[in-house]
């Protein structure tokens, strides 16, 4: 059974910082691509993140450039999200995704997808 899971989310005021991680189990992802996604209530889900399987290509959504980092620990089979000068805007779950193709991640889909986890920023 192939299973990632998300942690790390929670309560933060406006200004601070959280790290996401994503583990996955059942199987090796470490030739997978891997982002993050997150949708507020009522909103679309948005695409965050994305890290190719070697961690040289990365792709970060404008609207948290230069605030959200994306990495990955192929040995732990885990990827992360560093989420800094976090903002009200930022409120939403955040779900971790797999796919054998970094730039399907890129462009919003995945074959994989974990349960989320709920970060609110308070203002």
């Known amino acids: 059974q192939v299973q990632l899971v998300e942690s790390g989310g929670g309560l933060v005021q406006a200004g601070g910082s959280l790290r996401l991680s994503c583990a996955a189990s059942?199987?090796?992802?470490?030739?997978?691509?891997k982002g993050w996604f997150r949708q507020a209530p009522g909103k679309e889900r948005e695409f965050v993140a994305a890290?190719?399987?070697?961690?040289?290509?990365?792709r970060i959504a404008d609207s948290v450039k230069g605030r959200f980092t994306i990495s990955r620990d192929n040995g732990k089979n885990t990827v992360y999200l560093q989420m800094n000068d976090l903002k009200p805007e930022d409120t939403a779950v955040y779900y971790c995704?797999?796919?054998?193709?970094?730039?399907?991640?890129?462009?919003?889909?995945?074959?994989?997808w974990g349960q989320g986890t709920q970060v609110t920023v308070s203002s």
């Open positions: 890290i190719s399987w070697s961690g040289d290509n990365t």
């Open positions: 059942g199987r090796t992802f470490s030739t997978y691509g």
């Open positions: 995704a797999a796919d054998l193709g970094y730039s399907r991640i890129a462009a919003g889909t995945a074959d994989y």
